[in-house]
């Protein structure tokens, strides 16, 4: 058995008490949907090898086998409801950073972010927001999350065509934050190999996966695509954030945030300077260095990965330190060909 790579498992919702800890692994075969799943015949999906199991080709995106069994249940038996905030990744873009952000902001009226006894300062921003698609829902049941109170603070790796229907139907309001992808490639890579047990791939061989669009949820070109258009379509639905843009004013982005979650700070919250302090509690530098964050792990099925994985360096542009001039050309180039015409950029 081996542990997902990428995600979190277990966590609270807005202001719900602690749900029970769940976990996630990685089967070494591809496990069949159950028959509470949606009935996609997952066997009989295009297959690819290279990263550490067997991905299959679900819907347009590559996921780990397992990942696309719990997709397929999640597709077919996830309640949505009208009030749900979704906040949706590409992994490794920053997706510990918005589930701090966006609990600390949403959750300010009970839990005060100047307060000692703040739950980020003793529990991993992952298992404050819980995953839609994890722990895998295969073995997890779904009950977990339909037990939280609405409001819910719900997260997903999930590109916009694998969401529940309902989801659109119901007009759910979605966090979308992507990155600069020549720093997904080189975090994605440093985590894998981090968490991998056992699991190494050279960064040359991790890159050239990356390039040809098969990574996990990728390819990451379409996956920042589907939300970005959305969210050309529906502005009021779909808040489009960038990693590097957030490194560059936090604060700007947390009102922001807070505006769209339907919680703008008051004029007596800006004076006071609690938009300041919600960027201090989220920041790279306050996390990372809590005990909770830096030395703690988390109960998985299967493994128990390091919570410090999840924070590395936290920088815009540190693909300059690992990736050429040829390889960072040769990324620009596919992005810049892939997103032509959309408006987006990187
Ligand atoms: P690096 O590997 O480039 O340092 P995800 O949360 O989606 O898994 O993304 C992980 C990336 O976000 C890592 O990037 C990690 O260091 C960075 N990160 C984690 N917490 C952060 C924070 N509070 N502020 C900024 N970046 C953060």
Not at 112 to 136: K, N
């Amino acid at each position: 058995m081996r542990t997902c790579l990428i995600c979190c498992s277990h966590s609270l919702s807005v202001g719900a008490a602690a749900m029970a800890r769940g976990g996630h692994v990685e089967g070494e075969s591809i496990p069949a949907a159950t028959g509470e799943a949606e009935d996609d015949d997952l066997a009989s999906l295009p297959t690819r090898e290279g990263w550490w199991t067997t991905f299959v080709l679900y819907h347009g995106c590559w996921l780990s086998s397992p990942t696309a069994t719990s997709v397929s249940l999640v597709r077919a038996q996830f309640a949505p409801r009208h009030d749900d905030l979704l906040l949706a990744t590409y992994p490794k873009c920053g997706t510990t950073w918005l589930k701090a952000l966006s609990f600390a902001v949403a959750n300010r009226s009970r839990h005060r972010v100047a307060g000692g006894d703040h739950p980020l300062l003793t529990s991993h921003p992952q298992d404050l927001v819980p995953f839609i698609e994890l722990p895998y829902r295969h073995l997890h049941p779904l009950a977990a999350l339909d037990a939280l109170p609405s409001p819910r603070l719900l997260c997903t790796h999930m590109p916009p065509q694998l969401l529940p229907p309902r989801v659109a139907e119901l007009g759910c309001r979605i966090v979308y934050l992507c990155r600069e992808p020549k720093d997904v490639v080189v975090s994605m890579w440093h985590y894998m190999n981090k968490v991998g047990n056992g699991f190494f791939l050279d960064l040359d061989k991790a890159f050239e996966l990356f390039v040809d669009g098969f990574s996990l949820f990728g390819p990451i070109w379409d996956h920042c695509l589907g939300y970005w258009k959305k969210s050309m379509e529906e502005p009021d639905t779909v808040l489009f954030l960038k990693y590097d843009d957030m490194m560059a004013d936090p604060a700007g982005h947390v009102k922001k945030l807070a505006d769209f979650l339907r919680v703008p700070f008051t004029d007596e919250e800006v004076g006071a300077g609690v938009v300041e302090e919600v960027v201090r509690l989220c920041s790279f530098e306050k996390l990372s260095r809590l005990p909770v964050n830096s030395s703690a792990v988390v109960d998985r099925i299967g493994g128990r990965p390091m919570n410090s994985a999840f924070f590395r360096k936290g920088k815009a542009g540190d693909w300059k330190n690992y990736l050429s001039e040829e390889m960072a050309n040769k990324l620009d180039a596919v992005i810049e060909e892939k997103l032509k015409g959309s408006g987006l950029t990187f």
